[in-house]
């Protein structure tokens, strides 16, 4: 390699260290917050509704598809989208899972004041939680911040991406759990691709499903 490419490389795994680090942050602090959304989850008679801007909005419509695979319905809806009349798609019997690594998103605090002003439970997913998003929530849950050397500026959210995503991962694997959901109950509703190949190939009935 030319010296030029050993320092990128250098500078790669620097990247992929402290994104590493922000992950592992989660464990040992937000087991129990997760644990007690995923009991909200499974207590309300509607849907979940995942929303955020920007990356986080991009995490949180990944955050409702993984529910929706994992046996939680959910559907993703954009802050802005939602301010400009989507929002009535939501009811009082939905829960909101929004996402905010700061919480100074105008939008977002203002569509969280309009929900939680309608009856819904929010739930706010943030790095800040004395920010004003998470003051309009109904319920906080609080990720650990993100270090600022993490994401470069404290400005691009790369590493707290991926922590949020992590904890959206664990918080539909332990809404599986509490569900009973199976894996064939995955492959029943995720047919195509490598899922669905890989669910009906022989011997495949027996494979472990997620118990508490």
């Known amino acids: ?6 320092e990128l490389a250098t500078l790669a795994g620097s990247v992929l260290s402290r994104e590493s680090a922000a992950v592992a942050a989660l464990a040992g602090t937000a087991e129990a917050g997760i644990v007690e959304v995923a009991h909200r989850v499974l ?5 979940v509704v995942t929303t955020g801007s920007g990356t986080s909005g991009i995490m949180a419509e990944r955050l409702a598809h993984l529910l929706s695979v994992c ?9 802005m989208d939602a301010l400009h009349g989507a929002m009535g798609a939501i009811t009082a019997s939905d829960l909101v899972i929004a996402i905010s690594k700061t919480g100074r998103s105008s939008e977002m605090t203002d569509l969280v004041h309009r929900l939680v002003a309608r009856g819904v439970d929010v739930v706010a997913v943030t790095e800040c939680p004395g920010s004003p998003f ?15 050397e993490a994401d470069p500026g404290d400005m691009i959210a790369l590493a707290s991406t991926l922590a949020v995503g992590a904890w959206g991962d664990a918080l ?9 959901h199976t894996l064939h109950d995955v492959v029943d ?10 669910g009906h190939r022989p011997g495949d009935e027996s494979a472990p499903v997620v118990r508490v």
């Open 189 to 198: 509703s995720h047919p195509a691709g490598g899922v669905g190949h890989r």
């Open 71 to 79: 046996g939680t319905p959910a559907v993703y809806l954009p802050a």
């Open 134 to 148: 998470a003051a309009a929530a109904t319920t906080v849950t609080a990720l650990p911040a993100t270090a600022r």
């Open 172 to 180: 539909a694997v332990v809404a599986m759990a509490l569900r009973g």
């Open 1 to 6: 390699m030319q010296r030029q490419d050993v």
């Open 43 to 47: 207590a309300i008679p509607g849907k």
